[in-house]
């Protein structure tokens, strides 16, 4: 496709992950580590990284972040939004790039999410200097697999009316 | 169409399930390392050691205010801690809620404070430092 | 027969009482000067007035010692420099002599005119930096604590050279312990205990005969891990270390104990060094402590172990760079080496 063509696209999913930031706060988070978010952004990033690839991912990944970091949240919520979201968008590219015919979107996303949080909780142990965070590594397993799931049922069907409507070019 | 079930799904499946396990198990031993006699609140500020409390040992509840770049007030209620209020801009620190358990943590990054629950050290008088 | 036994269990019952009294709770007052945390455990009789009054010694202390806020006696003797003497009281003169004794004593490694390289450092503000090596070589010329003139007669001192800086900041914690010590046996008080930021003093046993049990922090772990403890009585234990006061640039930790005769953060293969003093051997234990603790912390292992050994009552535990824990055959019964962290290896 062309450049221009690629760059609108990418704008509307930059901008669909910031709604989706932004919609994502409003939840309540199963943990007492306040700035540790859902991850719902994946949900683009996977999309991202089956339409076209990583490096596209993570650009979105960082427009999503500077950009929703400015509508809420410090410092610290951006560092634990970066460090969860580049980790996980590499951890999925890989994945999918190696495995595609071997795993269902599910089980990318729910390693997606699993490493976005992991990334979280190893920002805020080197922030506070003590890895005692690293206490809520299961409650953190067990959500992640929550969100995984759900995330990689939303991926593949926002993946198939993509299709359909025939926007991209599909890649092998 | 992308999500049906593959072979490569068992193994990540199972991987997983033995992380959380693992993990749960880690952070049991974790937390009955420190055990020992009680459950000490240690509040440091700038990294250094200001105040311990026998959380257990405590009979009513009470309130330390601490002073810095901004200003906390720390609530100590018997078997629990938590930051009660602070005027840093972000009150990470509030939001954590109460801490009980061994190990668990509370941080005000502004005002360089931090709570931690730890197992007693036997007996330590002091630390020279 | 009953009435016999009940009288012989309530006799019990109250001698039980008389020996419990003396494990009451001690005085455990916190404040704050000389930009530390102090916390006391005092007990006995007198503990409330004893703490109370050493609170107001250390007020007085700061106030007469510090060079970052206005007043005091130190300022004026900075100010003076290069002009004329000034009066100052027999506390001021007291630390001023053991501050020159030391220099003598650590061949200048303990220097106490090494102010103006402190402040030109900024280690203890909020914006440390690193001066220029020609800065540094300019300064260094002000320092040398044998030009410090102390004229017992008329109580007076004076510091020559136009600029020089008189700093107490190495010794005047220390002093402020044994100040606690000499204020609680003036009220009749036999066990105690005080911690000024990590200089800890202790006088007698606890209450109930026990030795108090002192932690030697790990250089390299959050305050309070330690690498081993110290079972002690009347004593005295200061440590210094490249931990307590840094800023790091390009991956480089440069501290707050600056080598006099380099002007910069002492480079010696020790991380940490802890000096225990005997009470009933040295009357100024803790003044003692701190002054040797950044002496040998600048002089190293070897030089620093020297030292040590040639000075009755005085033990100390080493920390070098690589790991190992050092002590001297003082304290082979005081220390238990127990390190959480499995990091250092104890060299028997």
Not at chain 2, 9 to 30: H, P
Not at chain 3, 115 to 129: A, R, S
Request: glycine fraction near 10%; include cysteine; hydrophobic fraction near 45%.
């Amino acid at each position: 496709m062309t450049k221009t063509k690629k760059m609108v696209l990418l704008s509307f999913f930059a901008a669909g992950a910031i709604v989706l930031s932004i919609i994502e706060s409003m939840f309540p988070v199963p943990l007492p580590i306040y700035g540790v978010k859902l991850g719902l952004a994946n949900i683009i990033t996977i999309v991202l990284l089956y339409f076209f690839g990583i490096r596209e991912a993570l650009m979105v990944v960082c427009i999503r972040v500077f950009l929703s970091t400015l509508y809420g949240g410090g410092f610290v919520v951006f560092l634990f939004s970066i460090t969860g979201g580049i980790l996980s968008t590499l951890v999925m590219g890989f994945l999918m790039k190696v495995f595609f015919d071997r795993l269902s979107l599910s089980s990318v996303s729910v390693v997606g999410s699993i490493m976005h949080n992991l990334g979280q909780l190893l920002v805020a142990g080197v922030v506070m200097k003590d890895f005692a965070v690293l206490g809520y590594l299961p409650v953190l397993m067990i959500s992640g697999v929550i969100m995984g799931v759900f995330i990689g049922i939303i991926s593949n069907f926002l993946i198939s009316s993509l299709k359909r409507i025939n926007v991209f070019t599909i890649k092998p | 169409m992308f999500n049906k079930m593959k072979k490569g799904d068992l193994v990540v499946g199972s991987i997983v399930l033995l992380l959380i396990i693992i993990s749960f198990a880690g952070v049991k031993i974790y937390n009955s390392l420190g055990s020992g006699n009680g459950k000490i609140a240690v509040i440091r500020q700038n990294n250094i050691i200001i105040k311990t409390i026998d959380l257990d040992k405590l009979k009513e509840s009470q309130e330390i205010k601490i002073d810095g770049d901004f200003h906390n007030t720390i609530l100590l209620e018997n078997g629990r801690i938590r930051f009660e209020d602070a005027d840093c801009p972000d009150l990470v620190c509030v939001k954590t809620g109460w801490l009980d358990k061994n190990g668990q943590m509370a941080v005000c990054l502004p005002n360089k404070v931090s709570v931690k629950i730890e197992g007693s050290d036997e007996g330590l008088d002091g630390v020279a430092f | 027969m009953k009435n016999k036994l009940t009288l012989i269990l309530l006799l019990i019952f109250s001698i039980s009482l008389f020996g419990c009294s003396s494990q009451a709770a001690p005085y455990s007052p916190e404040s704050f000067y000389m930009g530390t945390v102090i916390n006391q455990k005092v007990y006995g009789k007198n503990a409330k007035k004893a703490g109370d009054l050493v609170i107001d010694r250390m007020k007085e202390i700061e106030a007469s010692m510090t060079i970052n806020t206005p007043g005091g006696e130190i300022n004026p003797l900075n100010d003076a420099a290069g002009l004329n003497p000034v009066p100052v009281s027999p506390s001021v003169m007291f630390l001023l002599n053991k501050s020159k004794e030391y220099g003598e004593l650590s061949q200048g490694a303990f220097d106490v005119t090494i102010g103006p390289l402190v402040k030109e450092w900024g280690i203890f503000t909020d914006n440390p930096k690193i001066p220029s090596s020609d800065k540094i070589n300019e300064l260094l010329k002000l320092v040398d604590y044998k030009t410090l003139l102390i004229d017992t007669m008329n109580n007076t001192a004076m510091l020559p050279m136009k600029g020089q800086i008189v700093d107490l900041g190495g010794i005047a914690k220390g002093y402020a312990g044994n100040e606690a010590i000499r204020i609680y046996k003036e009220n009749e008080i036999t066990s105690g205990f005080i911690n000024l930021g990590g200089n800890v003093v202790v006088l007698g046993t606890k209450p109930d005969g026990a030795l108090w049990n002192i932690g030697v922090q790990n250089p390299r772990d959050v305050n309070g891990k330690i690498i081993g403890k110290l079972a002690v009585k009347d004593t005295a234990i200061v440590s210094s270390g490249d931990y307590e006061r840094f800023f790091e640039k390009d991956g480089v930790r440069y501290h707050h104990i600056l080598d006099p005769k380099t002007g910069s953060p002492s480079k010696s293969d020790l991380i940490g060094v802890t000096i225990v003093v005997d009470s009933t051997i040295v009357t100024d234990s803790s003044t003692d402590g701190d002054a040797l603790s950044t002496s040998v912390f600048v002089l190293g292992l070897d030089k620093g172990r020297q030292l040590v050994e040639s000075l009755k009552g005085v033990n100390a535990v080493f920390i070098t760079e690589d790991k190992k824990v050092y002590v001297t055959s003082g304290l082979k019964d005081k220390f238990t080496f127990d390190d959480e962290s499995k990091v250092y290896q104890y060299v028997q």
